[in-house]
């Protein structure tokens, strides 16, 4: 008799929605009916290319640079690329021993929540928020706290609702700016606030900052300006200002004048050796996109900026819909009124189905602060989000 190995209850827990939502995407794709896939930031599925000297480097590295194994905390002359880069970008002083390297801004998201976690810890993460978080707070055992982010105030978070969540079991507080899912930017005095509950309680910050280049018309504001008493471990990549998502390349850093974390970095340190080394020629071309020319963001944000007026504007004429405009990153995050639905989920679903049109659901961010709500992206073409914002207010009328 054979015997059927079963997964792990973790393992099948995981729910990301982002990609989850491709399963019947794919379905109605294989029966010919078009479909437009408005739910992943990936800006080289559409009209965005990697710059020209990254590919060069990439391919010099490749050639030139020994294609071993690396060192497992990241290339010594990339972090301090890194370190020069995050001074220039945000006046932050990082040591380059306290940088770490990793396969994507998703694996220093694993390796965190594996070396802060332990079963019955808790973890603060804003709602909506990016799912990994969760996802993986929940695969070690954690428990998520979701703190609210406040729609009516451009969704800036709500710094009352953090400090009430605290408990004796807080070990982090994670914030997400710019934001994904919602296009916010924080505003300063919201970071600060933050900082203060940060260094009044002891829990350290875990800042994902992956769009901090991507902006329209708002100053970004990093945790690494907060003052020194504040404990804070970032996180960014080269997925979205680099353009550069296929490629793997993240990293993160600490700045922990408290010296409440020594345990944790060490922790985390055992794991990347574990894991041996992020991808080492990615990491040269990597450090090239960091040293030469930035002139492309310039026009990266342009674009994204007409795109987001025109995703806020459409959003805001269709019944049934209605929208903050994004300040950042990749994304909004629009209110649906659910008539004919009992939560965004079906709502999407049957968007799917009858229009082919693919966006995720509020609850695939945050089940307590998603709900009646979707995502979408920003990258398309006008011609393409055009084709599928009429495709979204057909359906509505429909349902009304």
Not at 139 to 163: H, L, T
Not at 372 to 394: M, N, Q, V
């Amino acid at each position: 008799m054979v015997r059927k190995i079963v997964a792990s209850e973790r393992s099948m827990a995981m729910d990301y929605a982002i990609r989850e939502i491709s399963v019947p995407a794919d379905e109605v794709a294989r029966s010919g009916k078009k479909v437009i896939r408005l739910n992943i930031g990936d800006p080289n599925k559409w009209d965005f290319e990697t710059p020209e000297y990254f590919k060069a480097a990439l391919r010099e590295a490749v050639d030139n640079v020994d294609n071993g194994y690396g060192d497992s905390q990241g290339e010594l002359e990339f972090r301090r690329a890194i370190s020069q880069r995050e001074f220039e970008k945000h006046g932050a002083r990082v040591d380059p021993g306290k940088v770490f390297v990793t396969n994507g801004v998703g694996e220093g998201i694993n390796v965190l929540m594996g070396t802060l976690i332990d079963p019955g810890d808790e973890i603060l993460v804003p709602g909506p928020g990016y799912p990994s978080y969760a996802q993986y707070i929940k695969f070690y055992g954690g428990k998520v706290v979701p703190y609210r982010q406040i729609e009516e105030e451009d969704w800036n978070p709500d710094v009352d609702m953090i400090r009430s969540r605290i408990t004796d079991r807080t070990k982090a507080l994670v914030v997400i700016n710019p934001n994904n899912p919602t296009g916010a930017v924080y505003s300063e005095k919201a970071i600060r606030e933050i900082g203060d509950i940060s260094a009044e309680f002891g829990i350290p910050i875990i800042s994902d900052e992956i769009y901090d280049k991507i902006t329209f018309g708002t100053k970004f504001y990093s945790v690494s300006r907060l003052p020194s008493d504040v404990p804070r471990i970032v996180l960014n990549g080269f997925s979205k200002v680099n353009l550069m998502p296929g490629w793997r390349i993240g990293y993160g850093y600490y700045m922990d004048e408290p010296g409440i974390l020594s345990d944790v970095f060490e922790g985390m340190m055992k794991q990347l050796r574990a894991r041996i080394c992020a991808n080492v020629p990615c990491q040269w071309a990597a450090k090239a996109s960091l040293q030469g020319p930035q002139d492309y963001i310039v026009e990266l944000n342009r674009r994204l900026s007409e795109r987001a007026d025109y995703t806020y504007k459409r959003m805001n004429e269709i019944p049934g819909i209605s929208s903050k405009r994004a300040k950042g990153a990749l994304y909004m995050f629009p209110k649906v009124e659910l008539t004919d639905w009992s939560t965004s989920k079906e709502f999407v679903l049957d968007l799917i189905k009858e229009e082919g049109v693919v966006l995720v659901h509020g609850t695939g961010f945050c089940e307590e602060f998603g709900e009646g709500h979707f995502r979408t992206i920003l990258l398309p073409s006008k011609d393409i989000l055009e084709e599928a914002y009429d495709k979204l207010e057909r359906f509505m009328l429909k349902h009304q």
